[in-house]
């Protein structure tokens, strides 16, 4: 008996085994990635729901914005979608994947999300500047992630894009108000400045009714019919990202409304030059405008919602209200109390007074005059006036301002004794202060002219009360940065003009 072939045939059962073993692996693997995928519905919300819900809360936000929002919330409205299309893109092929499963890693993004979306929640339902700082730094914290998930794999995924903001059309067809002209009263729905809140029966209060005060040329419009013609230029729209492209494949497309355009291809940018008129526009309020970025890769098509905000053709109104202190002049009569000057036989005697005016009252020195009111002369003992050489005159004073009086009796011949009885009567003048209020009436904002506000003499106070885009109320009372968007606010050189300017370039 012969053992030779046993060690041979041993190593064949093991080189089988192990082969056995890999292949149980691999199907394992496999079996455990397909069960990964397959959850169970019941189990939880997939990611495809998740990302639904996402886009109708986004979508909602969007449909309550109002006019302030729609440009202070505008980098976190955007944030919030670029973050939430970038996540569509990686996780269409795990849809229906149960989003309770993913790693937490992975679900960083969608927490961040959740955190903008409640920040620009809570800045809709309690308007003031902490919650718009809030949302700005949520947004902020989104657009942080949104790069840190660029460089994980080859989905493509949008960074920025610009403009914010859609200029306004240049065919407005504004009239023009040379000063002093006559203009109706605004018609309902046209251009209106509400009541500034403040007192009741305060009397700075603009009224439309108030008629415009002489002043610089002021912009008026036509009616919508009376339009000029003329064409608007191009909007350019500047698409920055990663993996927008593919080697041999048709490139993006960017539809707005009804227009559709292919990109121009640069280095990890797309430019699209759209007509201003593809915009839907306002003529007095700002609007959302949502274009849809189409990118196609191999067999897969991704969609990237791109979000403006359209300037109106009017940017909005002001009233500017001025308190004004002047004086004008006061007049009464003096009359001073009679004085008495006597004087015996053969002798003279002077009575000097000096009066000063009653307080906040001065002399006018050019109408005064003395009164003799009675000359007394006796001559041994029998009554006799012309005896009485005395005068009533006015003499130098002790001080500024006043005035002095003599009374002088004096005989006619020396056994004469005289009594003089005199006064003076004086114009007493003031400044009376007197104030009143300069109000201009509703003036309309342009976007190519600046509009100029004379300063009053002597004006002490005033208020500027702005409307922006028809829904954003704004008032000042000294010239500082605004804070609104798209509109400077200066005085001129000489500080008697003040100078508002609304600029549409001037992006918040």
């Not at 914290?141 to 794999?153: C, H, P, S």
């Not at 003279?348 to 009164?371: A, E, G, H, N, S």
């Amino acid at each position: 008996m012969t053992a030779g072939p046993k060690p041979l045939q041993d190593g064949k059962h093991r080189h089988m085994i192990s082969a056995a073993v890999v292949v149980l692996c691999v199907v394992a693997a496999a079996l455990f990635v397909l069960l990964d995928r397959a959850e169970s519905p019941g189990s939880g919300a997939t990611i495809g729901e998740k990302l639904t819900a996402l886009r109708a809360e986004r979508a909602s936000l969007q449909a309550r914005a109002g006019g302030e929002a729609r440009v202070g919330l505008l980098p976190a409205f955007r944030a919030a979608s670029l973050l939430t299309d970038a996540l569509a893109a990686r996780y269409e092929p795990d849809a229906e994947r149960v989003f309770d499963r993913l790693p937490l890693p992975r679900r960083q993004a969608f927490a961040e999300i959740d955190r903008l979306n409640a920040a620009i929640k809570d800045a809709l339902d309690r308007p003031g500047e902490g919650a718009r700082q809030a949302a700005r730094k949520a947004a902020e914290r989104a657009m942080t992630e949104l790069e840190r998930i660029a460089g994980l794999d080859d989905a493509p995924l949008v960074l920025a894009y610009t403009p914010r903001f859609v200029p306004p059309r240049r065919a407005t067809g504004e009239l023009t108000l040379t000063p002093g002209a006559a203009a109706a009263a605004p018609p309902d729905g046209a251009l209106r400045l509400g009541l500034p809140s403040g007192p009741a029966g305060s009397a700075a209060a603009p009224s439309l009714a108030t008629p415009p005060s002489t002043g610089p040329t002021v912009p008026r419009y036509a009616p919508s019919f009376a339009t000029a013609s003329g064409d608007d230029p191009a909007v350019e729209v500047e698409v920055v990202g990663v993996f927008l492209t593919s080697g041999g494949g048709p490139p993006p497309v960017l539809a707005i409304g009804v227009w559709r355009g292919e990109a121009n291809i640069a280095p990890e940018r797309l430019r699209f030059s759209v007509p201003r008129s593809t915009f839907a526009n306002d003529a007095v309020r700002t609007t959302f405008a949502s274009g849809s970025l189409i990118v196609r890769r191999g067999s897969r098509t991704t969609t990237f919602q791109l979000l403006f905000t359209v300037l109106p053709d009017r940017p909005g109104s002001f009233a500017l209200d001025q308190r004004v202190r002047t004086t004008e002049p006061e007049s009464n009569t003096l009359v001073s109390p009679e004085i008495l000057a006597r004087a015996p036989a053969g002798e003279t005697r002077t009575v000097r007074r000096c009066f000063d005016p009653p307080p906040d009252w001065r002399f006018d020195k050019d109408r005064r005059r003395v009164v003799i009111v009675e000359r007394l002369g006796w001559l041994d003992d029998i009554a006799d006036p012309t005896m009485n050489a005395g005068s009533v005159e006015f003499v130098s004073e002790d001080k500024s301002g006043q005035i002095c009086v003599a009374v002088v009796a004096r005989p006619a011949t020396k056994a004469a004794r005289t009594a003089t009885i005199g006064r003076f009567e004086a114009t007493l003048v003031r400044d009376r202060p007197v104030e009143r209020v300069v109000q201009s009436g509703i003036r309309a904002l342009d976007w190519r002219e600046p509009a100029r506000m004379p300063l009053e003499p002597g004006m002490v106070e005033w208020k500027l009360y702005v409307r922006l885009f028809d829904e954003i109320d704004r008032e000042f009372d000294r010239v500082v940065p605004s804070g609104l968007a798209f509109l400077h606010i200066a005085l001129e050189a000489d500080g008697k003009i003040l100078v508002l300017q609304a600029d549409p370039t001037a992006d918040p």
